[in-house]
């Protein structure tokens, strides 16, 4: 089946930029990926219009006075010097005292920055992101984040694939079921949270949230995805939720860890 042009049906349109010679050819290739048109300059398109620009910076998404990048900079000093035991999401993770070797997916991975707290943990991370413009914005973050020293170990565990995780899990829940086949990559823990929030008002959301909501963003059906996740019946069941906010899926789980502002929702192995 041919590749859908990026393009078709959206808001705004996409456009790849290349404003340094060390990414002329991931351009190129990115360009291709998407099925996009490549431009010289910024001021070619409308200012409506979204560009994937990669300058000395790596790779960002503009749009207007807006830029976006996926960067672990801002995480170091929640992750390094084991910082990151501090973190909620660190502790709803643990599954048993002494427990290595652990594999977790991160069904909707967005930005990475809750799976580089996992793989802190010391968890083989399997990212997996369905957006191909987000999944780009966090394949050059990986990239830049495997020079910085103090988290480079982390990086390293953490690995990206572009691709809807729900069928993913399907596929590895059939395989699980033939006794003869050994499932590479089955997680111990399988992480969810829907990132971006729903289409509002741009006043009411964070800058770089606009930009996201320009993109035709593929659909999430919260159900379907637990379901999924349960299908695998992993160790554990970790889902992000607002406070407030429903359970996803209208799922009750068994217990959950509370924050200020967000919880994890927790399902543990049958």
């Given amino acids: 089946m041919a590749k859908k042009d990026f393009n078709e049906n959206v808001e705004a349109k996409l456009y790849v930029c290349v404003d340094h010679k060390r990414?002329?050819?991931?351009?190129?290739?990115l360009a291709n990926h998407l099925k996009v048109e490549q431009i010289r300059k910024l001021e070619e398109v409308s200012k409506n219009d979204l560009v994937l620009l990669y300058d000395k910076e790596g790779l960002s998404l503009v749009g207007g006075k807006l830029r976006l990048q996926a960067d672990?900079?801002?995480?170091?000093?929640?992750?390094?010097?084991?910082?990151?035991?501090?973190?909620?999401?660190?502790r709803a993770a643990k599954i048993k005292e002494?427990?290595?070797?652990?594999?977790?997916?991160?069904?909707?991975?967005?930005?990475?920055?809750?799976?580089?707290?996992?793989?802190?943990?010391?968890?083989?991370?399997?990212?997996?992101?369905?957006?191909?413009?987000?999944?780009?914005l966090l394949k050059d973050c990986l990239i830049r984040a495997r020079k910085i020293p103090e988290i480079k170990d982390m990086v390293?565990?953490?690995?990206?694939?572009?691709?809807d995780s729900i069928e993913a899990m399907l596929n590895m829940a059939e395989l699980k079921k033939d006794e003869t086949k050994?499932?590479?990559?089955?997680?111990?823990?399988?992480?969810?949270?829907?990132?971006?929030?729903?289409?509002?008002?741009?006043?009411?959301?964070?800058?770089?949230?606009?930009?996201?909501?320009?993109?035709?963003?593929?659909?999430?059906?919260?159900?379907?995805?637990?379901?999924?996740?349960?299908?695998?019946n992993p160790k554990k069941?970790?889902?992000?939720?607002?406070?407030?906010?429903?359970?996803?899926?209208d799922r009750t789980p068994e217990f959950s860890y509370k924050g200020t502002s967000i919880r994890y929702d927790c399902f543990m192995q049958k």
């Fill in 23 to 29: 990414y002329k050819q991931d351009g190129e290739q």
């Fill in 182 to 232: 050994v499932v590479a990559d089955m997680p111990d823990l399988i992480y969810l949270d829907p990132m971006f929030p729903e289409r509002q008002k741009s006043s009411k959301i964070k800058k770089k949230f606009q930009l996201i909501q320009k993109l035709e963003r593929p659909c999430f059906n919260g159900e379907e995805m637990v379901n999924a996740a349960l299908s695998l």
């Fill in 156 to 163: 390293m565990r953490m690995k990206l694939v572009e691709g």
């Fill in 98 to 136: 002494g427990e290595s070797n652990l594999k977790a997916m991160d069904a909707t991975a967005g930005f990475g920055e809750d799976s580089l707290i996992l793989a802190a943990a010391g968890y083989e991370v399997m990212l997996y992101e369905k957006d191909p413009v987000i999944a780009a």
């Fill in 72 to 90: 672990f900079n801002n995480m170091l000093p929640r992750v390094k010097d084991d910082m990151w035991q501090h973190e909620l999401i660190a």
């Fill in 237 to 249: 069941i970790l889902i992000k939720r607002p406070m407030k906010a429903e359970t996803l899926g």
